[in-house]
T-cell receptor, first 112, second 112 residues
Framework: SQKIEQNSEALNIQEGKTATLTCNYTNYSPAYLQWYRQDPGRGPVFLLLIRENEKEKRKERLKVTFDTTLKQSLFHITASQPADSATYLCALSNFGNEKLTFGTGTRLTIIP | KAGVTQTPRYLIKTRGQQVTLSCSPISGHRSVSWYQQTPGQGLQFLFEYFSETQRNKGNFPGRFSGRQFSNSRSEMNVSTLELGDSALYLC???????????FGPGTRLLVL
């Protein structure tokens, strides 16, 4: 069955450093991989989407890489700030399919 | 543009009862998806509706059902509630062709 693992349940990073989160998947050939941010008691908020034929995507301090051979995505937050503290979720989907399969999430804490 | 709205935000029910949750998507979005989020299982896909038709379905029992109206608003119904149905129920809308989902704040359901 499809499995998506985010290999750190919790991650503590010093303010100003780069936070790197990992998403690994098996038994899946996604067309798209997305990253969402979720704050306690709120719904996930879309951050970035990367397609299977893209290697890297950037948005301000965020960078996502996608390696379909390794079946892995890395999510980087550079110059991290305490406001970046949240749970980050990766999600996979296929062409024209609104169904998202989510990973287990990584709770990121940026320490001042 | 107003975001996805969900009502009610909080709900307490007892075992055996049924519940109906409501979701209003972003204006212009025709796809509405429902997810269940629990600490143990994470975010799990329930079903997706597009133009009043169920297009995708997750692995949940038949007690979970939904529908979509002509104005794209959607309702989700859970019959014969069980303690394990206690969760945050999230609704997400999309344009139905694009893959990014926009989530509402969720309805927190507690079954006693």
């Amino acid at each position: 069955s499809q499995k998506i693992e985010q290999n750190s349940e919790a991650l503590n990073i010093q303010e100003g450093k780069t936070a790197t989160l990992t998403c690994n998947y098996t038994n899946y050939s996604p067309a798209y991989l997305q990253w969402y941010r979720q704050d306690p008691g709120r719904g996930p908020v879309f951050l970035l989407l990367i397609r299977e034929n893209e290697k890297e995507k950037r948005k301000e301090r965020l960078k996502v890489t996608f390696d379909t051979t390794l079946k892995q995505s890395l999510f980087h937050i550079t110059a991290s700030q305490p406001a970046d503290s949240a749970t980050y979720l990766c999600a996979l989907s296929n062409f024209g399919n609104e169904k998202l399969t989510f990973g287990t999430g990584t709770r990121l804490t940026i320490i001042p | 543009k107003a975001g996805v709205t969900q009502t009610p935000r909080y709900l307490i029910k007892t075992r055996g009862q049924q519940v109906t949750l409501s979701c209003s998507p972003i204006s212009g979005h025709r796809s509405v998806s429902w997810y269940q989020q629990t600490p143990g299982q994470g975010l799990q896909f329930l079903f997706e509706y597009f133009s009043e038709t169920q297009r995708n379905k997750g692995n949940f029992p038949g007690r979970f059902s939904g529908r979509q109206f002509s104005n794209s608003r959607s309702e989700m119904n859970v019959s014969t509630l069980e303690l394990g149905d206690s969760a945050l129920y999230l609704c997400a809308s999309g344009r139905g062709g694009q893959e990014t989902q926009y989530f509402g704040p969720g309805t927190r359901l507690l079954v006693l």
